[in-house]
C-alpha cells in the first residue's frame, strides 16, 4: 500500500485508540493534515485516500495549491503566523483559521469576510507557554481579546488553539494542553465561542495522543503522514 495512505489509516487508528481510552467519542476528532512544503501530488494521495482536512502554513504556496485542488473536497485550515496585509486571503481562501491572535488582525479579517458575504470560523491562538519567539496571545490577555471579538459578526469564534514549547517527553508537554483547556472552559462559561462545543486545536506529531486525553477536538500532525519535510 501507499506509504501516506498506510501512515494515514495507522495515525487514525491512534487517534480513535486514544479517545476510546480516555472515554471520548473518536467522531469528536478531526485530524488536520498538515501539508506545508509538501508537493500536490502526496495532497492528492491523501484526499483520494479520504481525508478531508488540511492545514497549510505560507499564504502563497496555500493559494497556488488551493487554485489547483479546487475540484477535491478538500477543506482548508490555515495554521501559520498571518500578516496583516494577508487577511484578505486568509479570510477569502481558508474554512477556519487557526491562529487569530490580535485585535487588529480580527478587524481586518473581518471586514474581508464581510466584503466577500462569509462567515469566517477562527480560533485563538495562545501562547500558553509565554514563549518569546512564538505567536500568539499571552494567556492574560486572551479574555480581552475574545470579548473585542464579539463586535465582529464576520467572523464565528469557534475555540483555540496552541503550539506549546517543544518537550521530548510528550507528558512534559500535558500541563500545556491543560492549561489551555481551562482557558476555553472559562471562555465558554462566559459565552465568548459561538458554540457550546468549542474547539480545540493542539497536538503535533510527537504528542498528539497526550493532547486528546486534554480534550483536542482538532490534531495537526505533519510528519507522522507525509515524512520529513523537505527543508525551507
Ligand atoms: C508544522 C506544524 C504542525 C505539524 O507538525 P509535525 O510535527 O510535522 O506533525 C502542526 N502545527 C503547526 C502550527 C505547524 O506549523
Known sequence: MNQIVENLQKIRKRIDDAATSCGRDPRSIRLVAVSKRIPL?????????????????????????????????????????????????????????HTLDRLKLAKALNQYAEQSARKVSVLVQVNVGKELQKAGVLPDQAETLLKSLQ????????????????????????????????????????????????????????????????GATLVRVGTAIFGQRPPL
Do not use: C
Open 151 to 214: 463586535d465582529f459578526p464576520h467572523l464565528e469564534v469557534n475555540g483555540l488553539m496552541t503550539m506549546p514549547p517543544y518537550k521530548s517527553d510528550p507528558e512534559e508537554v500535558r500541563p500545556y494542553f491543560r492549561r489551555l483547556r481551562q482557558l476555553a472552559d472559562d471562555f465558554a462559561a462566559k459565552g465568548f465561542f459561538s458554540t457550546p462545543r468549542y474547539e480545540l486545536s493542539m497536538g503535533m506529531s510527537g504528542d498528539f495522543e497526550v493532547a486528546i486525553e486534554e
Open 41 to 97: 501530488a502526496a495532497i492528492e494521495q491523501a484526499s483520494t485516500a479520504g481525508q478531508i482536512v488540511f492545514g497549510e502554513n505560507y499564504m502563497q504556496e496555500a493559494k497556488d495549491k488551493i487554485e489547483k485542488l479546487k475540484d477535491s473536497k478538500i477543506e482548508w485550515h490555515f495554521i501559520g503566523h498571518i500578516q496583516t496585509n494577508k487577511a484578505k486571503d486568509a479570510a477569502t481562501l481558508f474554512d477556519t483559521i
